[in-house]
């Protein structure tokens, strides 16, 4: 029995070496923390938002403060103001104060991006992932001290733009999926970049699941949330410093030379998409700008509508039951991402006709959500918005 034991250890403990080695699953782990840690963030601050709001329209009612951690619901700010205005107060300034956060994070990430990305090809993909997720590390240390001390959210705010400048997750999944290019044959690079995607997915889906059933059972102890994120934050960035990159020192070096630098590098970009290549090379660059364009709006803007849909009545979902929603949703996308690309590939489909097809599924089913007003409707068009991710 302990001969059996000590070979199956052997041959996990080999295979481990083997896939480090091949840089198989490697930064896939990295995609698969970094989404679970941003899906659960996210909820996260939303409901601290509402509740530091909720909080100051209480303060001038009747209710009697509980000393431990307590939630506040859209039903106990309308008992106690007899009106349903306090809530949809609460509810808005919430939202803009969220929104004013994603702003103040997305615009940096955008300049970070273009200027940090250029600079992975000399000093490698680590270095793309590290900063961001040092940014989480900030973002989530600082937003800690702000909920333990009581101060005002909109403290977060700045917090949020220092995230941004470190290159947030625009610069973390561009280095990523260099890495892949860097590390995989043609034949298996978009399978390996949709695995990629898959672990985002899962990832995506447990931290949106975690943080709605902890937000329940520790009735709201936000500090404790807080601390949560922070740590694991810190756990992925020890992670990330110890796996190796993607190219030797001196391959980095060659192709850095024989790149454009400084500002040449942003003029040949340029170049590109004016007509610096051939028309079909031309014409799948606009394709695939537009369909990313087009799905990345369309996803910020169904995320919110689905949310929202959630928590309307009749239904009134809790957090929890939210993120069971999410899961599932965000498990669709993943095992397409596995399955369905996978078998594309061996089909040999062009890649644009991919994206193509995945787009034109994608706005369709995005209309239907608009304009759905039962449950049933909304999961269905949803679930195959997610497979055509």
């Known amino acids: 029995m302990g001969s059996n034991y000590t070979q199956v250890k052997h041959k996990i403990w080999s295979c481990i070496q083997v896939s480090w080695r091949a840089r198989i699953l490697i930064v896939d782990l990295v995609a698969l923390v970094f989404s679970f840690i941003e899906h659960f963030h996210i909820p996260l601050y939303e409901q601290y938002y509402y509740f530091k709001f909720g909080h100051n329209i209480l303060q001038n009612t009747s209710f009697v403060f509980p000393n431990e951690s307590f939630c506040i619901s859209s039903d106990l700010i309308n008992s106690y103001t007899g009106s349903n205005d306090s809530y949809v107060t609460t509810e808005v300034k919430s939202n803009h104060l969220l929104v004013y956060g994603q702003i103040a994070s ?32 900030l973002d989530g240390a600082c937003s800690t001290l702000i909920v333990w001390f009581d101060t005002s959210p909109y403290y977060m705010i700045l917090i949020h733009n220092i995230y941004g400048y470190l290159g947030g997750r625009t610069l973390l999944f561009s280095s990523i999926y260099s890495y892949i290019a860097d590390v995989s044959s043609p ?101 695939g700008t537009l369909v990313i364009v087009v799905i990345h709006c369309n996803f910020a803007a169904i995320h ?65 959500i608009g304009v759905a007003n039962k449950t049933w409707q909304l999961y269905t068009s949803k679930g195959i918005v997610y497979l055509c991710l």
């Not at 939210?322 to 899961?327: A, D, E, L, P």
């Not at 399955?339 to 489909?349: D, E, H, N, P, R």
């Open 106 to 137: 997305r615009i940096p990430m955008i300049l970070a991006a273009v200027i940090l990305g250029t600079l992975t090809d000399r000093y490698g993909r680590k270095f793309g992932i590290v900063l961001p997720i040092l940014g989480l590390v």
């Open 304 to 368: 919110h509508i689905d949310v929202f849909f959630l928590k309307a009545l009749p239904f009134d979902f809790s957090p929890h039951q939210i993120g069971i929603y999410q899961v599932l949703r965000e498990s669709s996308q993943g095992i397409a991402a596995i399955l369905l690309l996978g078998a594309l590939i061996v089909l040999k489909v062009n890649d644009v006709i991919i994206m193509i097809l995945s787009t034109v599924v994608h706005v369709a089913c995005s209309i239907l």
């Open 187 to 287: 034949k298996w690079r978009i399978l390996r970049l949709g695995i990629v995607a898959a672990s985002t997915a899962f990832g995506g889906g447990a931290g949106e699941l975690l943080i709605g059933y902890w937000l329940d059972g520790s009735n709201c102890n936000f500090t404790m949330l807080f601390f949560f994120y922070t740590v694991l934050s810190v756990v992925l960035l020890a992670y990330v410093l110890i796996i190796p990159e993607s190219l030797p020192k001196v391959e980095r070096m060659k192709l850095a030379s024989e790149n454009p630098k400084g500002v040449k590098i942003y003029l040949e970009g340029a170049r590109l998409y004016c007509g610096g290549l051939s028309l079909r090379s031309t014409w799948k660059l606009y394709v």
